[in-house]
């Protein structure tokens, strides 16, 4: 006990002696680390991915009474294109912006060159290729449900709007909301259940609207059985079958293939040709094109 009380005593001294007579600062040392943690947001099209990335940041910290202190972290959040078909020499296009402790910035994709981030219940995070990010932060209102749900994709939907799903909402019973319009131009989101009109898209695994249509991935009873619905009428032919289809943009992911969604069919202008991820891409599985 005396000899703890002796070694509080000391530290106390020389804290006071620090602050007293010649004042006390700490070391540090701070560095960028390069980039990383790149992820596939998006594709533009047949030939162009959208590729989202952070610089990375350590800083280490001598106090002045020996303690040593480290943290790292991410910043200013980058955006990016390539050539997804043929290997060239760096991005298309890219562009970055200033923000320490950056995070959540690429979600998904919102339209062919729109990719979202960060929380549609807080601040709504859209970038564009070519232009700077816009943040919106919406009003919310309820129609005829008031639980939430925790939003997994953001894609296009009916009348200029777009539509926010949970992992399993559409099926969400009681009083709890299926799914989510969001108006941009109002910064309106409404939380919603299915009417009569749009029961059938329980049964999608991904569902998105082009113009006045509206496009569903159903699966099918067994595997690679599955199909796109075009307003719950019409089966879009496809070259490929598939298990579940992924809309990305106008393009749609069927087995690891990137295909072109169109009207009235599915075009995937070769086959052999898949996407793995994180950043590589294949063709009859040998890498063609490697982004890391």
Not at 62 to 87: F, K, S
Not at 123 to 145: L, V
Not at 276 to 287: A, H, S, T
Request: include cysteine; charged fraction near 25%; proline fraction near 3%.
């Amino acid at each position: 006990m005396m000899v703890e009380i002796k070694r509080l005593f000391v530290i106390a001294l020389t804290t006071l002696a620090c602050v007293g007579m010649w004042g006390c600062s700490d070391e540090v040392s701070f560095e960028w680390q390069g980039r990383g943690n790149a992820k596939v947001v998006g594709f533009v099209d047949d030939s162009l991915v959208i590729v989202g990335d952070y610089l990375f940041w350590h800083e280490t910290t001598e106090r002045w009474n020996g303690e040593y202190l480290e943290d790292d972290g991410t910043a200013n959040p980058r955006l990016c294109t390539y050539n997804y078909r043929v290997q060239e020499n760096g991005p298309r296009w890219c562009d970055s912006i200033v923000e320490e402790n950056a995070s959540g910035w690429f979600s998904g994709q919102l339209t062919d060159s729109i990719i979202w981030g960060g929380s549609l219940t807080g601040s709504f995070k859209m970038w564009k290729i070519d232009e700077q990010p816009h943040i919106i932060n919406p009003k919310i209102s309820y129609d005829n449900c008031s639980v939430e749900f925790k939003t997994k994709s953001v894609k296009q939907w009916l009348d200029g709007r777009f539509i926010a799903l949970g992992d399993k909402s559409l099926n969400a019973g009681g009083d709890s909301c299926q799914y989510a319009v969001l108006d941009t131009l109002s910064g309106m989101l409404t939380y919603k259940r299915l009417d009569k009109d749009l029961e059938w898209i329980k049964v999608c695994d991904d569902v998105r609207a082009w113009g006045k249509d509206v496009y569903c991935s159903a699966p099918g009873e067994h595997p690679l059985e599955g199909h796109i619905l075009k307003n719950n009428i019409d089966t879009l032919s496809s070259p490929l079958i598939f298990s579940r289809g992924i809309f990305w943009g106008k393009m749609i992911e069927l087995r690891a293939s990137i295909c072109r969604l169109e009207t009235k069919a599915i075009i995937c202008l070769n086959p052999d040709f898949t996407w793995r991820e994180p950043l590589k891409f294949y063709q009859n599985d040998e890498v063609v094109v490697d982004l890391e």
